[in-house]
């Protein structure tokens, strides 16, 4: 209600910038809500990257968290169109008094004040626009653009990612109804497009959601512990490692988890052997996609099949493999390589990049 009182509405773009917490959930929910557009800008970012993103994604509003407020206060000035500052509360540093008043920032507690809590919202639509940026690591980022409706297929659950099943929209929330909900950890930051669709994909389910502001390894454990986990999504390595050399250390009780998941980075066999030893009755799953592609294809791991080099997964419905002539492989072909791509749910393109869209989205 606070947005839609500034003027704030369909197609428009609203950056959060901030670590995970309760705050950047609502915030989320909130701009799907009344079907404006999310910008997730990466809080590593230093000013010239933000001056890019601000820029490209044409943000008409920025709600971030009160630590960034240094940043925010010398990039504001280069950006007449952003009319609407919301600031957080500081996640973990409650104390944080940084000022916001050079760009009239507008504090979480005040924006949300006397707003009404009725569900009074014109429903949205298939064809709603979703933006997520990549990492950048190829240059500046990109902001890949979906239809709500393809990155629910592709990232959400709306395709059973183990049976390929293509699921009705209440599907989600009726299995959770029925009682088949779990706790979930999703390791990873909302600002990273896999942890963001980790987080929704729980919701639409109905599961218990944990999130922490941070990667910290011990912290983990003891959320672990202490809040009976039974799912965790990590990043490969570079989570993996950290927290089996942790759990090895300490004395921690694991008993709950019943799946590990991994995806958007390599999750070695030396690391994925320590925590199978760890954790012999637990599922270990390896998946592969992209924001350009969404899922793309899972598979569960056991002693078994780690012992090549790589992950070993199934193709997710609706990917293929090319050839260097872009021409579907005959998966009978064994030993053929190619490159992973998929059809049918697919991205609208990248955001104001007609060039390198038409690189990337072929037909």
Not at 112 to 139: K, W
Not at 307 to 330: H, M, P, R
Not at 345 to 358: F, M, R, T
Request: proline share 4%; charged share 20%.
């Amino acid at each position: 209600h606070f947005l839609t009182s500034r003027g704030i509405g369909v197609g428009d773009h609203v950056g959060i910038y901030a670590k995970n917490s309760i705050e950047h959930v609502v915030a989320l929910l909130a701009i799907f809500k009344i079907r404006a557009v999310a910008i997730n800008v990466n809080y590593r970012y230093v000013e010239a990257e933000l001056n890019y993103l601000f820029d490209n994604s044409d943000m008409v509003a920025l709600i971030h968290e009160r630590g960034y407020a240094p940043l925010v206060s010398r990039t504001m000035p280069n950006h007449p169109a952003i009319k609407t500052v919301v600031v957080m509360p500081e996640t973990g540093e409650p104390d944080c008094d940084a000022d916001v008043s050079s760009y009239d920032g507008v504090l979480w507690a005040d924006a949300v004040a006397g707003q009404s809590a009725e569900r009074d919202f014109a429903p949205g639509s298939n064809d709603d626009v979703y933006i997520v940026y990549t990492g950048g690591t190829t240059g500046y980022p990109k902001g890949v653009m979906w239809r709500h409706e393809d990155f629910w297929r592709v990232l959400c659950g709306g395709i059973d990612f183990m049976t390929g099943e293509r699921l009705e929209e209440f599907d989600q929330a009726n299995k959770a109804l029925a009682g088949d909900s779990l706790v979930s950890f999703p390791l990873a930051p909302l600002m990273h497009g896999g942890a963001q669709s980790a987080l929704l994909m729980h919701l639409f389910g109905g599961h218990m959601t944990i999130l922490a502001p941070k990667f910290d390894a011990a912290d983990a454990w003891q959320t672990i512990e202490r809040e009976k986990v039974q799912l965790i999504f990590m990043t490969g390595d570079a989570m993996a490692r950290p927290l089996i050399e942790e759990f090895e250390r300490g004395s921690y009780d694991g008993s709950s988890l019943v799946a590990v998941a991994s995806s958007a980075a390599i999750f070695s066999r030396p690391v994925k052997e320590r925590w199978m030893a760890a954790f012999p009755n637990a599922f270990f799953t390896d998946s592969v996609g992209s924001s350009e592609t969404g899922f793309q294809g899972t598979g569960l791991q056991d002693t078994e099949n780690i012992k090549g080099e790589g992950c070993v997964v199934a193709l997710g419905v609706e990917s293929v493999l090319l050839d260097e002539d872009n021409q579907v492989i005959d998966l009978s072909n064994v030993g053929a390589i190619g490159r992973m791509a998929r059809s049918g749910s697919v991205p609208l393109g990248y955001y104001k990049d007609e060039v390198k869209s038409a690189q990337t989205f072929i037909t």
